[in-house]
């Protein structure tokens, strides 16, 4: 990033030496606060994480109940919503202001949002800590907690919403000063999808958890637990789909600053975006699926003909970024044979090797589980065991949190200007988290087959009036889990090490280049390239290629989900065998 600093109304820019692009201070500054506080609350849940799994872990079985509940809450809070949401508001200040080398709008207010977040944050976690709300994430009326654990939502949500507000102030501003032209970039388009599923998510905390506040104070004397239901997951399960949106647009940028790829159409992604929008949170009805009240017609509409059109979009933006990865790849050399380019592919940088591992666990592992999952008959195989966390932490930790920690490594040189130290294990620890949670979401899921439930303290029920019979395999399963939250304890606490040691003790830099390990892709547009227009072709390079490789990848791809989905009916089928 360049020293130069220019000024315009009340706004100051610099300009960033690697990217060319007009970096306002004050978004800077909070980009840096958001994902200061994001990577905390990580760290706290991370400990939380493995404390429960070495409880879940049956031979060990760590914790009391007490204690095992406790932390569910917090650690559900913690990596579902601060970590997450905190990453999110630094990516929507980075893509509504410096990617559109905008100014940023009400600096003053974006604070007063971060101070809402961290105090609402906190908040939680004191009460939780304090014994006084052991409610789970999802606090389920009847269950009922401190006031104040409410009143940390509420204040924590205000605050999401004001910075959701900011962004989309920002866009506005931007086109109206004349910033861009045209449409604004796909990544931002991305975040701004997100921003839109999160102004529905986060007004449905609100109906959910202020009459629940009401309640806790004995204001109001019934909550309808249906209701509560209801309206809690359009909030808890849209959430994730905020992550999903931000997730892919994450993806985008990994592919083009790790391999220089460009979209093979910016229409059809663009199109799968706003497929999110209309029917991804849809997919929150597979909560509801054994619960009283919905008809069948309700159930099967949202989780089958409408959902299927998100499911789309993800296939979508499934086949197009690694297509585009391959196009780059070929037309740069890397045309031997299908998978040539595959092989030759940056896999020491640590963004490409995150947006890979990324791609696999959520595609192959969550997504796959979570269409399963979803469908209203096949929900009744899966519903409240293990399997449910199975498929989620695929998405969320495997997918969001993987694509996250990638981005974070070019987020240290480009925003806080510092050198990224242990690049080695930058370069390790994607691979090391992935396999870890590899064997955690297939440890879950194996356990939820055989039928452990989902948020039972204690597997074999001890001193229940009725027998539990779990089959012996089940101890297998649950020690794939346990090796696999250890394995992926470490790759966070490399994680961690790598951002600390940065932000703490790396030499303030000004980077040349986007890549953190490997020379930078030659594509156009880059810094002293003369022609704008289209990649640079290498020696025996395809000047037109196709995604030939990719193709096949899908094609496997389609088969594995269509096995697995049928073999979930199969079992259907012997769980209501009938003589």
């Not at 990224?420 to 994607?430: C, D, F, G, H, T």
Request: net charge positive; charged share 10%.
């Amino acid at each position: 990033m360049a020293t130069r600093a220019l000024e315009w109304g009340r706004a100051q820019f610099r300009t960033c030496s690697a990217t060319g692009l007009q970096v306002d201070l004050a978004a800077e500054r909070l980009i840096k606060a958001n994902a200061v506080a994001a990577v905390l609350f990580l760290t706290l849940g991370g400990i939380l994480a493995l404390l429960i799994a070495l409880t879940r872990w049956q031979v060990i079985h760590l914790l009391p109940a007490d204690l095992f509940y406790r932390f569910v809450t917090a650690h559900g809070f913690n990596m579902l919503v601060a970590w997450i949401v905190f990453f999110e508001v630094a990516g929507l200040y980075l893509g509504g202001v410096v990617l559109l080398n905008a100014r940023q709008v009400a600096p003053r207010l974006g604070w007063l949002a971060w101070l809402l977040m961290v105090f609402g944050a906190v908040l939680v976690n004191v009460i939780v800590f304090l014994g006084k709300a052991d409610v789970m994430f999802t606090a389920y009326v009847p269950l009922k907690a401190d006031p104040l654990f409410y009143v940390g939502y509420i204040l924590f949500a205000v605050g999401a919403l004001i910075a959701v507000g900011i962004f989309f102030a920002s866009l506005v501003v931007a086109k109206l000063e004349g910033r861009y032209e045209g449409s604004v970039p796909l990544v931002t388009f991305g975040l701004a999808t997100a921003a839109t599923i999160a102004v529905y998510t986060l007004l449905s905390g609100a109906i959910t958890f202020v009459p629940a506040f009401f309640w806790s104070l004995g204001l109001l004397e019934n909550y309808d637990p249906g209701f509560y239901r209801n309206v809690f997951w359009g909030f808890g399960h849209p959430a994730q789909q905020i992550n999903l949106a931000a997730m892919v647009s994450i993806w985008y940028a990994l592919a083009a600053f790790t391999t220089g790829a460009q979209v093979l159409n910016e229409k059809v992604s663009r199109f799968a975006f706003i497929l999110y929008i209309l029917f991804i949170n849809l997919g929150a009805a597979h909560h509801l699926l054994t619960d009283p009240g919905y008809g069948f017609t309700w159930k099967v509409t949202n989780t089958s003909y409408a959902m299927y059109l998100a499911v789309l979009a993800s296939m979508i933006h499934a086949f197009t970024i690694p297509a585009s990865v391959e196009v780059s790849l070929r037309r740069r050399g890397f045309t031997r044979g299908l998978f040539g380019w595959l092989r030759s592919a940056p896999w020491r940088e640590p963004g490409f090797a995150a947006l890979a591992i990324s791609m696999l666990l959520f595609g192959w592992i969550g997504g796959v589980t979570g269409v399963v999952i979803g469908t209203e008959q096949l929900n009744m195989l899966a519903h409240n065991t293990l399997r449910v966390p199975g498929h989620f932490h695929a998405t969320v930790v495997g997918g969001t949190t993987l694509a996250f920690m990638g981005f974070t490594y070019y987020v240290i040189p480009l925003i806080f200007r510092r050198e990224l130290k242990l690049k080695r294990w930058a370069s390790l620890q994607p691979y090391v988290f992935g396999l870890g949670m590899l064997l955690v979401s297939v440890g879950m899921i194996a356990a939820g087959l055989q039928g452990v439930a989902r948020r039972h303290w204690d597997i074999t029920f001890a001193n229940a009036p009725f027998p539990a019979p779990i089959p012996g395999t089940v101890d297998l399963a649950l020690a794939v889990l346990g090796i696999g939250a250890l394995i992926s304890v470490v790759g966070g606490a490399m994680y961690i090490a790598v951002v600390l040691a940065s932000v703490l003790t790396g030499k303030r830099v000004e980077p040349k280049s986007v890549t953190l390990v490997q020379a930078p892709p030659e594509v156009a547009g880059s810094p002293g390239t003369e022609n704008p227009g289209a990649p640079a072709v290498g020696a025996g390079a395809e000047e037109h290629p196709e995604p030939r490789g990719t193709f096949v990848i899908v094609l496997v791809f389609l088969m594995f989900f269509a096995a697995y989905y049928l073999a979930n009916w199969w079992l259907l089928g012997r769980a209501w065998f009938i003589r």
